[in-house]
């Protein structure tokens, strides 16, 4: 009850978590002609609520362009099935070597160089053991374009994130501000109780089918969240109303004054 107390306490003169959480809510009904109440455990069977209502925090844009419209959004949504489940299985064998086998990178190399070297060994010297001409081995080169390329991507998508932070900071929407702030602290606590390695595959498969899930199932995701946000609504103004209002709250500005 103290921290309850305290995170009241910490909002700027004016701002409360009602008038926030009624802000995230104004974000699904900008759109809306009339007001409808919907029970969170009954169905509407209606289209009424999907109609009047926006897209997911207020986006305008279809998922696909929102992830950049490209190929990494074909990948995502799995426009191609084909590449999408190699890039999902690569990554799991690399997982599943790393942790569970606990394999260890340079490992891994150097068993892949040496049978590399006994795959072109024996293939050199097969022809003169059979007496046959000597046959041409295959040299395998890793084109420079491939790291100039994976180097900018990488390069743009960090310059982008942090633009992106840097843009909710500066732009005065507390309430972007709050949702990114809760969304780092998030992936923090999570960062605290696996390794980076374990975290980058959670994200990574979470990419691979979040977005496709939710392409799938938009209304009803849209609807669910809508219906929870104003539960949590509903639950926080019967404890303003039970506990938090009964709290006397001192005068700062006259102790400031003073």
Not at 55 to 70: D, P, Y
Not at 139 to 159: K, Y
Request: one cysteine or more.
């Amino acid at each position: 009850m103290t921290s309850i107390c305290f995170l009241v306490g910490k909002m700027p003169e004016g701002i409360t978590a009602e008038k926030l959480l009624d802000s995230i809510m104004d974000t699904f009904t900008e759109s809306s002609q009339k007001q409808k109440s919907v029970s969170f455990f009954e169905e509407d069977k209606s289209n009424s609520v999907s109609a009047k209502m926006n897209k997911l925090l207020g986006r305008q844009k279809t998922i696909h362009n929102i992830l950049g419209g490209g190929k990494s959004a074909d990948v995502l949504l799995w426009r191609n099935k084909k590449i999408s489940g190699s890039f999902l299985t690569a990554a799991t064998a690399i997982w599943v070597l790393f942790e569970w086998l606990n394999y260890h990178f340079l490992f891994l190399v150097c068993i892949a160089l040496i049978f590399g070297m006994l795959a072109q060994f024996v293939w050199s010297n097969a022809s003169g053991i059979l007496n046959r001409s000597p046959s041409k081995v295959p040299r395998f080169v890793v084109p420079e374009e491939v790291f100039l390329n994976i180097g900018a991507t990488i390069g743009s998508e960090v310059n982008r994130f942090l633009i992106f932070i840097q843009d909710i900071s500066c732009g005065g929407d507390l309430k972007q501000f709050v949702m990114v702030v809760l969304g780092l602290w998030a992936a923090a606590v999570i960062g605290s109780w696996f390794n980076f390695l374990t975290v980058f595959y959670v994200g990574f498969v979470a990419a691979h089918t979040l977005p496709v899930l939710y392409e799938r199932y938009e209304d009803e995701v849209d609807n669910f969240i809508y219906n929870l946000l104003g539960q949590l609504r509903n639950q926080y103004s019967k404890l303003d109303a039970g506990v938090l209002s009964k709290i006397p709250k001192g005068n700062l500005k006259g102790k400031k004054s003073e």
